[in-house]
């Protein structure tokens, strides 16, 4: 288990891409010598490289097909499939994709290359004589990009996971938030995206999948133009249910990834080999008398992670000037430290306090201090109320003390 942990982990951040768009499982496949068709097609549709220029009134259409293909004998060498052996007989041992769409750069200035849109059919081939229609378009307008969650999401979804790509608890925790039917959007914000983030990745699907693709553009100007549709243009309504007095015009079921992953992430951090069993707590002030958190977090598995510091808003100078304090003053963001721990941290408004739920469903509070909004503790609370200890507590230019599962 711990050998494949730490690959497996990390693509909770790519599930989202896998499931929008499975071709881009090529972005991880290519080499400094030479980039798959598909891989060149996907950096030209999402940052608008120079084909956009090329195109008139950089507008374009495309097809393309793509096949992705297991390499059981490396996942199995590997003892990645220790658990799925079985179960990948009963998946394809490949998936083939025909794929087009139409690219538009809708700026006023092609030069700029900030301003694109596309619409992105995929057609998932079958063999004969089953079902043919499973279909799907991703659609990128403004900075969003966004699709229908059906039949086709559900495949590459068990796809991957049975390969070990994507986790079961990832997959799971993933499923109960959304609804992979017709009538369903997923969306999300591609802000800050690049393509350099799959680099990582490189060398495990490499030898874990083979990749086939081919690309053919169409820059005509015999090319149309197109609007990208919005939401409530895409999302099909239930059919009417007269038993139950529904007509059919059910509410958007639109799923923003970004809160499904802060969901998923929270969730597992509560599941064995995913969770903390240490974080070893440094706060340093600085010269503006700000003072902020970095943790250094250590899972289950012996993976080790540096965690984004946060800034608090609690005073740690009294610390500073007498460290026999340290275990009394409210310095430690009570909320953020136990969902750390895979806690569950609620507040009693009438009480004006915090409390974590016990394993025996019961209501434990711990006495601190609300400081703007967050909840603030002492480490001595640590040590009586809940389940964790608290060592090399010292201060210094820094204040450092480790907090550790029981």
């Known amino acids: 288990m711990n050998k494949t942990y730490k690959t497996k982990t990390k693509k909770i951040t790519l599930l989202c891409v896998l499931l929008a768009l499975a071709f881009l499982l090529s972005s991880m496949l290519y080499s400094c010598d030479k980039k798959p068709d598909i891989y060149v097609l996907i950096e030209n549709i999402l940052q608008n490289k120079d084909l956009n220029a090329k195109a008139p009134n950089g507008l374009y259409s495309f097809?393309?097909?793509?096949?992705?293909?297991?390499?059981k004998d490396y996942l199995i060498k590997e003892g990645i499939l220790l658990g799925f052996a079985k179960?990948?007989?009963?998946?394809?041992?490949?998936?083939?994709?025909?794929?087009?769409?139409?690219?538009?750069?809708?700026?006023?200035?092609?030069?700029?290359?900030?301003?694109?849109?596309?619409?992105?059919?995929?057609?998932?081939?079958?063999?004969?004589?089953?079902?043919?229609?499973?279909?799907?378009?991703?659609?990128?307008?403004?900075?969003?990009?966004?699709?229908?969650?059906?039949?086709?999401?559900?495949?590459?979804?068990?796809?991957?996971?049975?390969?070990?790509?994507?986790?079961?608890?990832?997959?799971?925790?993933?499923?109960?938030?959304?609804?992979?039917?017709?009538?369903?959007?997923?969306?999300?914000?591609?802000?800050?995206?690049?393509?350099?983030?799959?680099?990582?990745?490189?060398?495990?699907?490499?030898?874990?999948?083979?990749?086939k693709s081919s690309v053919r553009y169409n820059l005509a100007e015999t090319v149309k133009d197109f609007d990208v549709p919005g939401f409530d243009e895409i999302i099909k309504p239930k059919e009417t249910?007269?038993?139950?007095?529904?007509?059919?015009?059910?509410?958007?079921?639109?799923?923003?990834?970004?809160?499904?992953?802060?969901?998923?992430?929270?969730?597992?951090?509560?599941?064995?080999?995913?969770?903390?069993?240490?974080?070893?707590?440094?706060?340093?002030?600085?010269?503006?008398?700000?003072?902020?958190?970095?943790?250094?977090?250590t899972r289950e598995s012996g993976e080790m992670k540096v965690l984004e510091k946060i800034k608090l808003d609690c005073d740690v100078s009294k610390i500073r000037e007498d460290d026999t304090l340290l275990y009394?003053?409210?310095?430690?963001?009570?909320?953020?430290?136990?969902?750390?721990?895979?806690?569950?941290?609620?507040?009693?408004?009438?009480?004006?306090?915090?409390?974590?739920?016990?394993a025996e469903g019961k209501n434990v509070y711990l006495e601190g201090k609300l400081i703007e909004s967050t909840y603030y503790i002492n480490l001595t609370q640590f040590l009586l109320k809940t389940n964790y200890d608290v060592g090399s507590v010292v201060s210094d230019e820094y204040i450092e003390f480790r907090l550790n599962r029981k």
């Open 63 to 71: 097809n393309a097909d793509f096949n992705i293909k297991i390499n």
């Open 87 to 211: 179960q990948l007989d009963s998946v394809p041992d490949e998936l083939t994709f025909k794929i087009d769409g139409k690219v538009k750069n809708s700026g006023k200035d092609l030069k700029q290359n900030k301003f694109n849109e596309f619409a992105v059919n995929f057609a998932l081939v079958l063999p004969e004589g089953e079902n043919q229609n499973l279909k799907t378009t991703i659609y990128k307008k403004d900075n969003l990009l966004y699709f229908e969650l059906n039949d086709i999401s559900r495949i590459v979804l068990d796809f991957l996971c049975s390969t070990g790509f994507v986790d079961i608890p990832v997959k799971n925790l993933f499923s109960d938030q959304v609804e992979l039917d017709d009538g369903s959007v997923l969306c999300f914000d591609l802000t800050g995206f690049d393509l350099s983030m799959f680099n990582e990745y490189i060398e495990f699907v490499s030898k874990a999948f083979t990749l």
């Open 241 to 297: 249910d007269e038993k139950n007095g529904q007509d059919g015009k059910n509410e958007a079921k639109v799923f923003y990834f970004n809160d499904i992953k802060k969901k998923i992430n929270k969730e597992l951090l509560k599941k064995p080999y995913y969770r903390y069993v240490e974080l070893y707590a440094v706060i340093e002030t600085d010269e503006n008398k700000d003072s902020f958190l970095h943790i250094l977090a």
């Open 328 to 358: 009394n003053e409210n310095i430690v963001p009570m909320r953020y430290m136990l969902e750390l721990f895979g806690e569950t941290v609620e507040w009693d408004s009438d009480k004006k306090q915090a409390y974590i739920i016990s």
